[in-house]
């Protein structure tokens, strides 16, 4: 079975311009998250949907970040206007389910790099 | 502020050795997970304690949860250089907050 697909994997971008990131869950999986990693800061949660729609966007750093889930199969994360430090990895991970036992599985991730 | 705190940041040792990750926490959870992850690749679950006071092997490693539920140990048993990557503690309360991670790096 294919796991969680991430596009692209890596992106280079300059300040000021528009960056989108893609994500397509596992099929099945009600739930869908975005993470931010960064060396200073480690795995942050951004925000996380349920049956396509976002119930906790409280780590979203600021209004230059939004999140949609249009479909159960496709989520986007867009960055408008990028910043240097917006530079970090940015994850996708779903789940079935939200439980003190539940797995969550990650995706390869997108490296962005704003110059 | 991270709410789980991790030690050591870095650790390297010889194929063989052991080593114990650390995980701590003000905070009470449900549970705690271990995830490793490897450069280039998304965290990985390793494993989910529930209960405090609750050890669970998985081969050479071993991770157990403080009876407060409050902090938790991974142990690795005669260290391979394919257990190197980063181990992230992550806490569940209604969401994961994760640790910053140790690297370790095992050398052959």
């Known amino acids: 079975d294919a796991g969680v697909i991430q596009s692209p994997r890596h992106e280079v971008t300059e300040m000021g311009q528009e960056v989108t990131l893609r994500c397509k869950p596992i099929s099945g999986h009600d739930y869908l998250f975005w993470y931010r990693q960064t060396m200073m800061r480690g795995l942050e949660l951004l925000i996380y949907?349920?049956?396509?729609?976002?119930?906790?966007d409280s780590g979203m750093p600021e209004d230059r970040f939004s999140a949609k889930m249009p479909n159960a199969s496709f989520s986007t994360l867009k960055i408008q206007p990028s910043e240097p430090r917006d530079s970090a990895v940015y994850f996708c991970?779903?789940?079935?389910?939200?439980?003190?036992?539940?797995?969550?599985?990650f995706g390869p991730g997108t490296r962005l790099t704003v110059l | 502020t991270q709410l789980l705190e991790q030690s050591p940041q870095f650790l390297s040792i010889q194929e063989g050795e052991n080593l114990t990750v650390y995980c701590n926490s003000s905070?009470?959870?449900?549970?705690l997970q271990w995830y490793r992850q490897e450069p280039g690749e998304g965290p990985v679950l390793l494993v989910t304690?529930?209960?405090?006071?609750e050890v669970k092997k998985l081969k050479r490693l071993t991770f157990q949860f403080g009876d407060a539920r409050k902090d938790s140990s991974l142990h690795i048993t005669a260290a391979q250089p394919g257990d190197t990557g980063l181990y992230l503690c992550a806490g569940y309360d209604y969401k994961l907050s994760f640790g910053a991670g140790t690297t370790v790096t095992v050398r052959a």
């Open positions: 991970a779903s789940s079935s389910r939200v439980s003190s036992t539940d797995t969550q599985y």
């Open positions: 304690v529930v209960t405090g006071g």
């Open positions: 949907f349920n049956n396509n729609v976002p119930i906790d």
């Open positions: 905070s009470v959870f449900s549970s």
